[in-house]
C-alpha cells in the first residue's frame, strides 16, 4: 500500500520512502517500521511500549532505545524537510502531525523509476565536477589550506562516534571553590544608619513599616549564573511573632536590571542556613571585570518587625565541567574558545544534524541528577528554523542515553537561555564506572542550519540519593 504523509511518499509494503520530488529518503527497515507505526495509529499517540514491543519483541530493551530510533527518523526527515512530522507527548509517546492519504496503485514505482537514472546520472556528473574540482585546489594551493577543528582550537572533531578514542579525551567534573563574603564594612543598608557589626557576624533592625534591606556590593569577574547565594542567619522573637517571611536576592546591576530571589516562610529563631540559586533568563549574572552585582537579605514588606543577624555568607558553585578544553564536533567543525567573563565553547553548524559535546569520565552516578545547560543560538540560527537537543549518552555499544530533553524551533530564546534535562534514575545507564565514560551535549537539527551556537555552562546538579555524584572526593 502506498500514501502520502505531508509532502513525502510512503510505500509501506516494500519500506520505502521517498520526498516530494520522488527522491528516495530512506530504506532503512527499522526506521520505516516505526514511521510506519506512527502512519498507521496517526492521530493516535504511540507508545514507547508499542515501539519496544514492535523492534523488539522478545527482548529487554530500555526505553533509551526507543529514544535513539525517534532521535535517527527526526534527522532522517528533516533531511527531506520534514522534521516536525513527529511530535513528543511528554509522558505518553509520540504521534505523527501530517495528513495521511492512500495513493493510487503503483504511483510511487513509476515516478521513481523515471527519476532514477536521471538521478544517477546527476550523481554522477556532480562526483567527476567534485573531484576535478579538488584536484584543481589542491593543485593551485600553497598554503596546509582552511583551518580546521584541530589546527584552530587544538582539540579534534571526528566524523562519528565510532572514530574516537574516548579514554584519550575524556574529562573529569569541577568544581569551583566557593566565595565567602566578609562580614565587614562592605555592607550596607536601605536605611539610614547602616548595620550593626560585633565580632564575625553583622545584624539590623527591621522597623517594622517598611522591608530594610541589607546588602554587599559583589564585584567582578564572575560568573554567577546557577550558583547559589547562601546565608545563615538568625531572628529574634520580635521577629518570628511578627509572622512575616524573609527574602535572598541577587541583582545584577548596568545594563539591564536582573533580580534573582528566594522567599522563605515559616522560620524559626535559628541560625538556619538559606540558599537561593542565582538565576534568571538569557545569559544573566555573568559579571565582568568592571560590573558587580547586590547580594542581600530582607525582611518581607509591610510590618516585618524585629532584629536579623547574618552570622555567614558564602556562594558556592554547582557541579560542572571545563568550558576551556575537551570539547570537539562531529562531524568535524571549526571550534572557538570565548573569552570574556561569559567563556564557554562556540561552533557554527552547517549540516542539518551536529553534535556540539564533551565526555566525562567515570565513576559517576548520575541516576536523577540533573543536566543544565546554558547556551546562546545567535538570531542567524533561529530563523533558520533549526532545533537543538541537549543529550546524555553513555559510550558503549548500544549508545543508551537520555534523548527526550527536545527544543523546538519555538522554544529557544533569542539572547541565551538555559535548559535542564533530567536523567533517570530508573536505569542503571548513568551509574558510569571507572573505566566507562558519559557522552553529553547539544545536537542541532534543520534542514538548512545556519549562525552559531555558543555554550556558556554545563552544570550538574547531583540527586539526593548520590549527592556527590559518586565522586569520591569533592572536586
Excluded at 511518499?9 to 532503512?28: E, I, Q, T, W, Y
Excluded at 573531484?131 to 596546509?144: C, E, R, T
Excluded at 561569559?342 to 559535546?357: C, D, H, T, W, Y
Excluded at 522554544?411 to 535542564?420: A, F, K, Q, R
Amino acid at each position: 500500500m502506498q500514501v502520502s504523509v505531508g509532502p513525502l511518499l510512503l510505500d509501506k509494503d516494500k519500506k520505502l520512502l521517498f520526498n516530494a520530488d520522488r527522491v528516495l529518503v530512506s530504506d532503512n527497515p527499522r526506521l520505516l517500521n516505526v514511521f510506519i507505526l506512527l502512519v498507521d495509529n496517526e492521530p493516535e499517540i504511540v507508545s514507547r511500549k508499542q515501539i519496544i514491543d514492535l523492534l523488539w519483541p522478545d527482548e529487554s530493551i530500555s526505553d533509551w532505545a526507543v529514544s535513539r530510533v525517534i532521535a535517527d527518523l527526526r534527522s532522517t526527515l528533516a533531511d527531506a524537510g520534514c522534521g516536525e512530522l513527529i511530535k513528543t507527548v511528554h509522558g505518553k509517546g509520540f504521534r505523527l502531525v501530517a495528513p495521511v492519504e492512500a495513493l493510487p496503485a503503483e504511483q510511487i514505482d513509476k515516478t521513481a523509476q523515471r527519476q532514477s537514472p536521471i538521478l544517477a546520472v546527476s550523481l554522477t556528473i556532480l562526483v567527476v565536477l567534485g573531484i576535478g574540482f579538488f584536484a584543481l585546489q589542491y593543485k593551485v594551493s600553497d598554503g596546509p589550506g582552511l583551518p580546521d577543528a584541530q589546527n584552530e582550537t587544538g582539540i579534534h572533531g571526528y566524523e562519528n562516534q565510532e572514530s574516537i578514542d574516548y579514554p584519550s579525551i575524556a574529562v573529569a567534573l569541577t568544581r569551583k571553590e566557593a566565595t565567602h563574603l566578609p562580614l565587614d564594612d562592605g555592607w550596607w543598608t536601605s536605611a539610614q544608619g547602616g548595620p550593626d557589626y560585633s565580632e564575625n557576624e553583622l545584624s539590623y533592625q527591621s522597623p517594622g513599616t517598611i522591608g530594610i534591606t541589607l546588602a554587599h556590593n559583589y564585584h567582578g569577574p564572575d560568573f554567577l549564573h546557577g550558583a547559589n547565594l547562601n546565608m545563615r542567619v538568625s531572628l529574634d522573637n520580635t521577629y518570628i511573632e511578627s509572622n512575616k517571611g524573609l527574602y535572598l536576592f541577587t541583582h545584577q546591576m548596568g545594563g539591564e536590571w536582573l533580580q534573582s530571589r528566594c522567599y522563605f516562610e515559616d522560620l524559626s529563631a535559628g541560625p538556619n542556613d538559606y540558599s537561593c540559586r542565582i538565576d534568571a533568563p538569557g545569559l544573566a549574572f555573568v559579571l565582568g571585570d568592571d560590573e558587580y552585582a547586590v547580594l542581600g537579605i530582607n525582611g518581607e514588606n509591610d510590618y516585618s518587625r524585629g532584629r536579623i543577624t547574618v552570622h555567614s555568607a558564602w556562594i558556592d558553585y554547582p557541579l560542572s565541567v571545563p568550558m576551556d578544553q575537551g570539547w570537539y564536533t562531529i562531524p568535524p567543525r571549526p571550534l572557538h574558545y570565548n573569552s570574556g567573563a561569559s567563556g564557554g565553547v562556540s561552533f557554527e553548524p552547517n549540516n542539518r544534524s551536529q553534535n556540539l559535546a564533551l565526555t566525562l569520565a567515570g565513576p559517576l552516578k548520575l541516576q536523577n541528577a540533573t543536566l543544565s545547560f546554558t547556551f546562546v543560538a545567535d538570531q542567524a540560527y533561529i530563523d533558520s528554523g533549526a532545533e537543538i537537543q541537549p543529550y546524555a549518552q553513555r559510550v558503549m555499544e548500544n549508545w543508551d542515553g537520555e534523548w527526550q530533553c527536545w527544543l523546538s524551533n519555538e522554544d529557544i530564546l533569542p539572547g541565551g537561555m538555559t535548559t535542564h534535562c533530567q536523567l533517570s534514575e530508573a536505569h542503571p545507564i548513568f551509574n558510569i564506572l571507572e573505566g566507562e565514560y558519559l557522552e553529553i551535549g547539544l545536537r542541532t537539527y534543520g534542514q538548512k542550519v545556519n549562525g552559531k551556537i555558543s555554550i556558556h555552562s554545563v552544570s550538574i546538579s547531583c540527586s539526593e540519593a548520590f549527592p556527590r555524584c559518586g565522586l569520591q572526593t569533592p572536586p
